[in-house]
């Protein structure tokens, strides 16, 4: 609902999803009459990019590594997370794909 609220009154939006569990229209998830939802194909991560962004960080900060503690695995992921944030330059090469462009 408060996506739809940001959509020019002439325009229509189509939202790209995951199969997350909210994700799907029924119940839970009421979608406004200016939206469709576009399913992404279940194990398709080459057109979802922030799968890419999970690989990053497992193959870059995260993996060979064992922890003592639930805490320390919290913090490593943690740590992770914010040196892949602190560098949105490396964000975009690992999210961009040239044959997934939209231009005006």
């Known amino acids: 609902?408060?996506?739809?609220?940001?959509?020019a009154a002439s325009a229509h939006a189509i939202l790209v999803c995951d199969g997350a569990g909210w994700h799907q229209p029924g119940e839970r998830l009421i979608v406004p009459d200016n939206m469709t939802l576009i399913p992404l194909p279940p194990y398709a991560p080459e057109l979802n990019p922030m799968e890419n962004v999970w690989d990053y960080l497992r193959?870059?900060?995260l993996s060979s590594l064992v922890w003592n503690s639930y805490q320390d695995m919290r913090n490593a992921a943690k740590n992770a997370w914010n040196f892949l944030v602190s560098d949105p330059a490396k964000i975009t090469s690992i999210g961009t794909r040239d044959w997934a462009q939209v231009t005006r």
């Open 59 to 61: 193959g870059n900060k």
């Open 1 to 7: 609902k408060e996506i739809s609220t940001q959509i």
